[in-house]
């Protein structure tokens, strides 16, 4: 079946423009998590949604960033005024509400500041 | 959560089986043993997890001590596409942000043609 899928795969953008990074989950997986991953380092939990719970926003690194998820669906990762330590790989997964540690993650946005 | 070791690196000639140790001595009663990989320039890939029976999946066996200290994870047949960095992990179901992985460093498997 289909897997998580990322877009863009690739995103080259200017220091301070705004980015929209998206994710479509596996269907029927209520848990959807944002990762972010700078080259050769390990995981960097950003933000956890769960059904219709309230996110956990913990990770996320600054007001800059902020996540939607409508439902049970489609989330965005938005990322205000980019800055160059901002680049890094930002991985989506998702896993069923009981199956927290089975986490299927998406091939990932490579995002460049420059 | 448990601290887990692993060997940094390992080869594995390929079509022969690669098993790879993890070591989690302090393992609580309720905390499971998960196995993921990295293939350089991917997201991170689920393989199998474990409570205390060995288990199997189309993937790989994930074969846990009777004490339950230490675990090993069984490629039956390494193909070059296994070469990757491989994680265990251990995680229990409590706590605040239980849910987030978090990887050491893992053991590089380098299949050899």
């Known amino acids: 079946g289909a897997g998580v899928s990322q877009s863009p795969s690739n995103k080259v953008t200017e220091k301070g423009k705004d980015v929209e990074l998206r994710c479509d989950p596996i269907s029927g997986h209520t848990a959807l998590y944002w990762y972010r991953q700078r080259l050769g380092q390990g995981l960097e939990f950003l933000i956890y949604f769960q059904g219709n719970s309230a996110p956990d926003k913990s990770g996320l690194p600054s007001d800059r960033f902020s996540a939607e998820r409508t439902g049970e669906s489609v989330s965005t990762l938005t990322i205000q005024r980019t800055q160059q330590e901002d680049s890094a790989v930002y991985l989506c997964?998702?896993?069923?509400?009981?199956?927290?540690?089975?986490?299927?993650f998406g091939p990932g946005t490579r995002l460049t500041v420059t | 959560d448990a601290k887990t070791t692993q060997p940094p690196s390992m080869d594995c000639a390929e079509g022969r089986a690669a098993n790879l140790p993890c070591n989690h001595s302090?393992?609580?009663?309720?905390?499971?043993v998960y196995w993921y990989r990295q293939i350089h320039s991917q997201g991170p890939q689920y393989i199998i997890h474990g409570l205390k029976n060995n288990e199997t999946n189309e993937m790989a066996s994930l074969i846990i001590t009777e004490d339950r200290k230490s675990s090993t994870l069984i490629l039956p047949h390494a193909t070059l596409r296994d070469t990757a960095v491989y994680y265990c992990i251990v995680r229990g179901y409590s706590g605040a942000g239980s849910y987030q992985l978090t990887f050491g460093k893992g053991t590089k498997l380098s299949v050899i043609p």
């Open positions: 302090t393992i609580s009663g309720n905390e499971y």
């Open positions: 997964a998702s896993s069923l509400a009981r199956a927290v540690y089975e986490q299927y």
